[in-house]
Protein backbone atom coordinates (compact mmCIF):
# COMPACT_ATOMS: atom_id res chain seq x y z
CA UNK A 1 0.00 0.00 0.00
CA UNK A 2 1.20 3.26 -1.17
CA UNK A 3 2.17 5.72 1.55
CA UNK A 4 -0.64 8.01 0.10
CA UNK A 5 -3.40 5.61 0.48
CA UNK A 6 -2.07 4.95 4.12
CA UNK A 7 -2.98 8.46 4.38
CA UNK A 8 -6.29 8.46 3.13
CA UNK A 9 -6.90 5.51 5.20
CA UNK A 10 -5.55 7.08 8.64
CA UNK A 11 -7.55 10.38 7.54
CA UNK A 12 -10.95 8.44 6.88
CA UNK A 13 -10.54 6.18 10.42
CA UNK A 14 -9.71 9.26 12.36
CA UNK A 15 -12.92 11.10 10.88
CA UNK A 16 -15.32 8.54 11.82
CA UNK A 17 -13.34 8.15 15.28
CA UNK A 18 -14.10 12.37 15.95
CA UNK A 19 -18.06 11.42 14.15
CA UNK A 20 -18.71 8.76 16.24
CA UNK A 21 -17.16 10.85 19.04
CA UNK A 22 -20.13 13.51 18.15
CA UNK A 23 -22.64 11.22 18.22
CA UNK A 24 -22.02 10.27 21.65
CA UNK A 25 -20.39 7.45 21.87
CA UNK A 26 -17.91 8.00 23.77
CA UNK A 27 -20.30 7.88 26.84
CA UNK A 28 -21.24 4.43 26.49
CA UNK A 29 -17.88 3.96 27.15
CA UNK A 30 -18.39 4.88 30.96
CA UNK A 31 -21.60 3.06 31.10
CA UNK A 32 -20.15 -0.37 29.56
CA UNK A 33 -17.01 0.22 31.93
CA UNK A 34 -19.46 1.00 34.85
CA UNK A 35 -21.77 -2.00 34.35
CA UNK A 36 -18.87 -4.32 33.57
CA UNK A 37 -16.84 -3.45 37.02
CA UNK A 38 -20.60 -4.03 38.66
CA UNK A 39 -20.89 -6.99 37.01
CA UNK A 40 -16.96 -8.36 38.10
CA UNK A 41 -17.64 -6.79 41.29
CA UNK A 42 -21.16 -8.36 42.50
CA UNK A 43 -21.76 -11.53 40.30
CA UNK A 44 -20.10 -14.77 40.77
CA UNK A 45 -17.61 -16.13 38.45
CA UNK A 46 -18.62 -19.17 36.04
CA UNK A 47 -16.03 -21.19 38.11
CA UNK A 48 -17.63 -20.41 41.00
CA UNK A 49 -21.07 -20.79 40.08
CA UNK A 50 -19.89 -24.73 38.42
CA UNK A 51 -18.36 -25.38 41.92
CA UNK A 52 -21.46 -24.48 43.75
CA UNK A 53 -23.77 -26.27 41.10
CA UNK A 54 -21.54 -29.89 41.65
CA UNK A 55 -21.86 -29.44 45.11
CA UNK A 56 -25.45 -29.56 45.39
CA UNK A 57 -26.32 -31.72 42.44
CA UNK A 58 -23.48 -34.21 44.72
CA UNK A 59 -25.43 -33.77 48.02
CA UNK A 60 -28.97 -34.27 46.20
CA UNK A 61 -27.51 -37.39 44.68
CA UNK A 62 -26.18 -38.65 48.17
CA UNK A 63 -29.35 -37.89 49.54
CA UNK A 64 -31.22 -39.94 46.69
CA UNK A 65 -28.83 -43.11 47.04
CA UNK A 66 -29.78 -42.94 50.89
CA UNK A 67 -33.74 -42.84 49.89
CA UNK A 68 -33.04 -45.61 48.06
CA UNK A 69 -30.94 -47.69 50.47
CA UNK A 70 -33.65 -47.20 52.89
CA UNK A 71 -36.17 -48.32 50.40
CA UNK A 72 -34.36 -51.14 50.09
CA UNK A 73 -33.97 -52.11 53.37
CA UNK A 74 -37.71 -51.74 54.27
CA UNK A 75 -38.39 -54.32 50.91
CA UNK A 76 -36.00 -56.95 52.15
CA UNK A 77 -37.72 -56.60 55.92
CA UNK A 78 -40.82 -56.97 54.80
CA UNK A 79 -39.81 -59.97 52.21
CA UNK A 80 -37.83 -61.23 55.29
CA UNK A 81 -41.08 -61.03 57.47
CA UNK A 82 -43.41 -62.34 54.81
CA UNK A 83 -41.12 -65.36 54.67
CA UNK A 84 -40.83 -65.94 58.54
CA UNK A 85 -44.47 -65.63 59.38
CA UNK A 86 -46.88 -65.07 56.34
CA UNK A 87 -49.82 -66.73 55.97
CA UNK A 88 -48.82 -69.77 55.05
CA UNK A 89 -46.20 -70.41 58.64
Known amino acids: MSSTSRAWVVAATMGAVEALKDQGICR ?15 LRSASQTRMLSSQSSAAVRNQLREEKAKQSEESLRTVMYLSCWGPNN
Open 28 to 42: WNYTLRSLHQHAKNH
